[in-house]
C-alpha cells in the first residue's frame, strides 16, 4: 500500500518511504536478530530491507550505541563535545574504577548533558580507548634515549638535579583542562571538519597541549 504516492517498493519487495529513514521498530528488529546471530544478509531478506541499509544501521549501533536514525535535513550533533570529553578523561583518573555507564550517569548528573542527549556508553568506551592510546604515546616519547638521559650536575653546583615526574602523573596533569582550554577546542570542532597538521599545530600552541592530545580529542 502506498502513502500518498511518496513510498517505492525495493528489490526485495519490501515498502519504504522515499527520503525517509527505516522507522525505529524495524531497526530494533534488526538489532535483535543481529543480537541472536543472524547474518546481514539473511536479516535484509526476512525484513525485506536492503543489505547496505541493515550493515549501514548495525555498524552505527555498534560503533555508537544509537539506533535512532539522524535527524532530517542535517546530521545530527556530536555528542562527546570536546568539554564532555574532559571531563570523561578527568572522572576516569580521579576514579579508575568507574564502568562506562556510570560516567554516562556522573555527566547527567552534573549537568553537562541531558539524559536524551548523554553519550552512548559505546561512545564513552571509544573516548576512554582513545585516550588510553594517548597515554601509551607520552609515555613511548617519555622513555625515548633523549628523555631519560640522566642530566649531568654543574661542576659549581652542589645541588641534585631535579627529578623528572613520577611516572604516570604526566597524564593525569593534562588530562583536566582548563576553561581556556575547553573553549579553544570547542571552538574548533564547532568548524565541523577535522583540523589538519597545521590547524592542530596552532591549536597546540595556542592551548599548550600536546598536538597527539589535540588530535585525539578532535578525532574522537
Same mark, same amino acid.
Given at each position: 500500500?502506498?502513502?500518498?504516492?511518496?513510498?517505492?517498493?525495493?528489490?526485495?519487495? +519490501?515498502?519504504?518511504?522515499?527520503?525517509?529513514?527505516?522507522?525505529?521498530?524495524?531497526?530494533?528488529?534488526?538489532?535483535?536478530?543481529? *543480537?541472536?546471530?543472524?547474518?546481514?544478509?539473511?536479516?535484509?531478506?526476512?525484513?525485506?530491507?536492503?543489505?547496505?541499509?541493515?550493515?549501514?544501521?548495525?555498524?552505527? @549501533? @555498534?560503533?555508537?550505541?544509537?539506533?535512532?536514525?539522524?535527524? *532530517?535535513?542535517?546530521?545530527?550533533?556530536?555528542?562527546?563535545?570536546?568539554?564532555?570529553?574532559?571531563? #570523561?578523561?578527568?572522572?576516569?583518573?580521579? @576514579?579508575?574504577?568507574?564502568?562506562?555507564?556510570?560516567?554516562?550517569?556522573?555527566?547527567?548528573?552534573?549537568?553537562?548533558?541531558?539524559?536524551?542527549?548523554?553519550?552512548?556508553?559505546?561512545? #564513552?568506551?571509544?573516548?576512554?580507548?582513545?585516550?588510553?592510546? =594517548?597515554?601509551?604515546?607520552?609515555?613511548?616519547?617519555?622513555?625515548?634515549?633523549?628523555?631519560?638521559?640522566?642530566?649531568?650536575?654543574?661542576?659549581?653546583?652542589?645541588?641534585?638535579?631535579?627529578? %623528572?615526574?613520577?611516572? %604516570?602523573?604526566?597524564?593525569?596533569?593534562?588530562? *583536566?583542562?582548563?576553561? %581556556?582550554?575547553?573553549?579553544?577546542?570547542?571552538?574548533?570542532?564547532? !568548524?565541523?571538519? @577535522?583540523? =589538519?597538521?597545521?590547524? !592542530? +599545530?596552532?591549536?597546540?600552541?595556542?592551548?599548550?597541549?600536546?598536538? =597527539?592530545?589535540?588530535?585525539?580529542?578532535?578525532?574522537?
Amino acid at each position: 500500500m502506498q502513502q500518498d504516492g511518496l513510498s517505492s517498493v525495493n528489490q526485495l519487495g +519490501g515498502l519504504f518511504v522515499n527520503g525517509r529513514p527505516l522507522p525505529l521498530d524495524t531497526r530494533q528488529q534488526i538489532v535483535q536478530l543481529a *543480537i541472536r546471530g543472524m547474518r546481514p544478509c539473511d536479516i535484509s531478506r526476512s525484513l525485506k530491507v536492503s543489505n547496505g541499509c541493515v550493515s549501514k544501521i548495525l555498524g552505527r @549501533y @555498534y560503533r555508537t550505541g544509537v539506533l535512532e536514525p539522524k535527524g *532530517i535535513g542535517g546530521s545530527k550533533p556530536r555528542l562527546a563535545t570536546p568539554a564532555v570529553v574532559a571531563r #570523561i578523561a578527568q572522572l576516569k583518573d580521579e @576514579y579508575p574504577a568507574l564502568f562506562a555507564w556510570e560516567i554516562q550517569r556522573q555527566l547527567c548528573a552534573e549537568g553537562l548533558c541531558t539524559q536524551d542527549k548523554a553519550p552512548s556508553v559505546s561512545s #564513552i568506551n571509544r573516548v576512554l580507548r582513545a585516550l588510553q592510546e =594517548d597515554q601509551r604515546l607520552h609515555w613511548t616519547q617519555l622513555r625515548s634515549p633523549a628523555v631519560l638521559a640522566p642530566a649531568l650536575p654543574s661542576p659549581h653546583s652542589n645541588c641534585e638535579a631535579p627529578r %623528572g615526574p613520577h611516572p %604516570g602523573t604526566s597524564h593525569r596533569n593534562r588530562t *583536566i583542562f582548563s576553561p %581556556g582550554q575547553a573553549e579553544a577546542l570547542e571552538k574548533e570542532f564547532q !568548524r565541523g571538519q @577535522y583540523p =589538519d597538521s597545521v590547524v !592542530r +599545530g596552532k591549536l597546540a600552541a595556542a592551548t599548550s597541549l600536546p598536538e =597527539d592530545t589535540v588530535r585525539v580529542l578532535l578525532r574522537t
